[in-house]
């Protein structure tokens, strides 16, 4: 049915467009395809039962001359067949005080008027009525026009003992008694269908608003509120079953497109973060070019000054401050030379089995010795159980090992110490200083070529190398506080081989 409805539907608004846009929303739909067809149904069935109604009014009127016709029939019949014209003419007058008439008469068997009270007929015997009542013997009611006026006629034949046809009555009725009555009724009758129809129209339109209107004015509502761009608005399960499989159907809708545009803004910023690593590997590979002939460029004139420098001293003696300093600065820029070409060209890893106790200690004790005779000194402290050998280039280890230890040497007050422990999968190790700790922004501190030591103390490259040597070994580095309220450097191995990287 509902198939049938949708096609009558799509022929009616493809031949008549004009239906397409009076049935346009749910509520003309319903008063077009609920309402009209209700207030229809009421019309016809209100026709219905004002045809019968009016039969049956018009049937009580006519059976109303009959009545009256039979009671007079018997006293008529009784004063006609005794010549008595003033009994009959008494009996003719009562009949007004019956019912509502408009005239009676009593004509002999030929249609001759004998007696008449009211507006009759005068002849009629030139009418075929009297030959058909007494041929029928039963009576005749028409419509006749009697003194210019549309009345209704009941004829009524009289008969003596015999049953022979001795004359007929006849008892008028004007005709705008039956039209009064049926106007009477036509009003009635139409009437109570505009109040019908009434009533079905505001019970459509309450039960439309109460039902799904005001849902619908809830979607509509939310739907503005989404493109007034307010994407976190859902909407609420409310409403018959349809409204709400709308309503999740909406929020499903949402909940995805939300979802794509945050992985949309997700792509979009790891695209960025590419494209941003990518500018940086450029500059780093540029920089990286220059500060390797940079550092080949100066590593020749170093090694000759350093070679004349020990020559002088042979001469002069070790004693010579400024053969002293001369030597100092030069062994601070071959270290610079180093740094540099450790950060910007790494030696190709050579991978072995690493006692893990043993590079810790190597690289505690080479620290330790250059701080021979100061007040900072560099310890060791096992955790007291076997740590997990690791897998790696030796050589680079210990270099992150050395650099961040330096490091925490140069800002120590008294004592530098590492730690080691085993974890799941890997080692730990922990160097803490004494010293006034890392600054706010510690991001920066693992980048190339920052310091926060003054000009000519650092190259800033330290940290950063560790951070690239722990990074080719699967490893993590953390900056952090110490509990004696100096700075930390976390270091994580795994003691396996790393894994490899994507390119």
């Not at 846009?21 to 509520?27: D, F, I, R, Y």
């Not at 690593?277 to 540029?286: G, I, K, N, Y």
């Not at 120590?412 to 010293?435: E, H, P, W």
């Amino acid at each position: 049915m509902y198939i049938l409805r949708c096609i009558f539907m799509t022929q009616l608004t493809s031949r008549w467009p004009i239906l397409g846009k009076l049935l346009g929303n749910l509520q003309q739909t319903l008063m077009g395809f609920v309402a009209l067809p209700l207030i229809l149904v009421a019309a016809l069935f209100i026709r219905v039962a004002f045809e019968q109604a009016n039969a049956f009014q018009e049937t009580l009127l006519k059976s109303d001359l009959e009545l009256i016709a039979r009671a007079i029939s018997g006293p008529v019949t009784e004063a006609l067949l005794n010549g008595e014209r003033e009994n009959m003419k008494a009996t003719l007058a009562s009949v007004f005080s019956i019912g509502r008439v408009y005239g009676a008469s009593v004509f002999d068997s030929d249609g001759r008027r004998m007696a008449a009270a009211g507006i009759t007929e005068r002849d009629l015997t030139h009418s075929r009525i009297p030959l058909q009542l007494a041929d029928s013997g039963e009576k005749r009611e028409e419509y006749r026009k009697v003194g210019g006026r549309r009345v209704f006629s009941h004829f009524m034949p009289l008969f003596d003992e015999s049953d022979r046809t001795q004359g007929f009555i006849q008892i008028t009725r004007r005709q705008t008694d039956f039209t009064s009555a049926l106007s009477r009724l036509t009003w009635l009758a139409w009437s109570l269908w505009a109040l019908l129809a009434a009533v079905i129209i505001g019970t459509v339109l309450t039960g439309h608003y109460r039902g799904i209107g005001r849902h619908l004015k809830l979607l509509r509502q939310g739907m503005a509120r989404v493109a007034a761009d307010s994407p976190g608005y859902r909407f609420e399960i409310r409403g018959p079953r349809e409204v709400q499989s709308i309503s999740v159907g909406l929020n499903t809708m949402l909940d995805g497109i939300q979802r794509r545009e945050q992985e949309l803004e997700q792509r979009r910023m790891a695209e960025q973060t590419l494209q941003l690593q990518l500018r940086d590997s450029q500059t780093l590979a540029t920089v990286g070019r220059i500060t390797r002939g940079f550092a080949h460029e100066l590593g020749a004139p170093l090694s000759v000054i350093e070679g004349r420098a020990r020559r002088l001293g042979r001469y002069l003696g070790a004693d010579d401050r400024d053969l002293a300093a001369i030597r100092h600065q030069v062994r601070q820029l071959t270290e610079t030379v180093h740094d540099l070409l450790n950060y910007s060209r790494p030696a190709e890893p050579q991978v072995e089995p690493i006692d893990t106790d043993r590079l810790i200690r190597d690289a505690v004790n080479t620290v330790a010795e250059e701080l021979s005779g100061k007040a900072v000194v560099a310890q060791y402290q096992p955790c007291g159980q076997t740590l997990q050998p690791l897998q790696g280039d030796r050589r680079r280890l210990q270099l992150a090992l050395l650099n961040i230890i330096r490091n925490a040497a140069q800002v120590a007050r008294y004592r530098v110490l590492v730690t080691a422990s085993g974890s799941q999968g890997g080692v730990n190790i922990d160097i803490s200083d004494d010293g006034p700790g890392f600054p706010g922004n510690r991001d920066q501190l693992m980048e190339p070529f920052y310091t926060t030591r003054a000009s000519g103390e650092g190259t800033g490259l330290g940290l950063a190398i560790s951070a690239s040597i722990l990074d080719e070994h699967g490893g993590t580095i953390n900056l952090g506080d110490s509990a004696a309220g100096g700075g930390r450097v976390s270091l994580w191995l795994p003691s396996g081989p790393a894994p490899e990287r994507p390119l």
